[in-house]
């Protein structure tokens, strides 16, 4: 029997659960990645994630070349080359894993739609999430909304089976002898080299175990610095689990064994992650719509300036702008800035979450339709479980709270770097003398505020309550 395993959001060999059915079900089993034209022609010509994907399936071709084997690499619409290689290679079935955005389920409804007609089987597999779909469901059968309820359910839930790994490396044998064929370049596929070399950002299974050793012995200290941006708090592995690069099984395993307050801190965010997993697939409208019926035609002004100066960094709200600065500059942002700039965005320039959303789906290398939505939903108060409407982050209240001494702050915005601690995080208070002492001109090397928080925050309420 022959088969394609068709990777897409799982691009590793180790503890892969499609990869494992393929391989112990065929005896000829042929690994595919397509880079998808449907998907690649909405993005900038330069991005960091075709090419975090482009090297990492540079490196699996390689894996599997030393295999004996290789990774067929496609340049095509996926939902027209698989059926089509699937038929030529003459497979008898394609096993792949689920993915639960809306494009993607309709996607692979089409190939399952175009295999059958060919006679060809099409298998799909959990894998990028610990509990998927049903599996986490209230008393009443109802999926959860409510976050705590959730992670309870999903902890009573949890036993060893659940975070078994896959033993894929005992049939690796079953993989198909291949001659080896040629990797596509960034070039070729229509795209520029960006920074991410230049940001250290290692893509594939190497990238993940390197960072993986480096939170190691960090992990029991993640619920303490978790929430402060000029801090090595966090484990940057979100990239990795966005594209498969580590088995997620593996990391819920080793935080839940581990079993101390840092780790299990950090599992709980592995909690939140399969949490707006399964609110995506319960309710794919949250796509373009307010999870909350009632909040969903907010009267927004939408003010394009006020969005352009957040999009660039130049608010005058110094953390505000050197979290968008860290965004437009490495694709990444810490968890505590999304939070603080999204809120800005939606609760004080009164722009649309949508466009706050959109912008970060554009620049984030972690980009995930759930989390992402997830995540502006909450901070805008259009979510479920969101932070309530009248509970407006101050953004130098959380600049003084999150950057203490400005570290993050003088990293991203170095016009500020003279100022003392206790100016920087409002510098239009500072005394003039101070200011000229420091080097800094308002309104000419660094924004007057583009907004009052107190008024902009009256504002909103009245929005909200309307
Ligand atoms: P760690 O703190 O080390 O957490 C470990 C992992 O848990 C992360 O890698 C991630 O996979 C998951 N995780 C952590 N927090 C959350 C969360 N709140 N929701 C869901 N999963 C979480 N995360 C994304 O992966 N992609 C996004 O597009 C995304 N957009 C966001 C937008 C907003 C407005 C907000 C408030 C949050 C968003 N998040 C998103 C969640 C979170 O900010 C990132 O996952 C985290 O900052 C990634 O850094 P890390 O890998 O060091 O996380």
Known sequence: RTALIWLRRDLR???QAALYHALKQAERVIPVFVFDTAILAALPRQDRRVEFIRETIAALKAQLQALGSDLLVRHASAQDEIPRLASKLHAQAVFTNHDYEPAAIARDQAVRKALSVA??????SKDQVIFERDEVLTQAGQFFTVFTPYKNAWLKKLSPFYLQSYPVERYLHNLAPLQPEAMPSLASLGFASSNLRQLGIVPGDMGASHLCEDFHDRMDRYHEARDFPALKGVSYLSVHLRFGTVSVRRLAAHAYQRDTAGSLSWLNELIWRDFYHQVLWHRPDVVDH??????????????????????????????????????????FMHNRLRMVAASFLVKDLLIDWRWGERYFAEQLIDF???????GWQWAASTGCDAQPYFRIFNPVSQSRKFDPQGKFIRRYVPELAGLADADLHAPWLAQPIVLRAAGVELGRNYPRPVVDHAEQRLRALALFKR
């Open 290 to 331: 307010a999870f909350k019926p009632g909040y969903d035609g907010l009267p927004f002004p939408n003010d394009p300036a006020l969005f352009s100066a957040w999009c660039e960094g130049r608010t005058g709200y110094p953390l505000v702008d050197a979290a968008m600065r860290q965004l437009n500059h490495s694709g």
């Open 119 to 124: 006679d060809i089987a099409f298998h799909s």
């Open 13 to 15: 060999l180790d503890d």
């Open 368 to 374: 995930d339709l759930a989390a992402n939505n997830g």
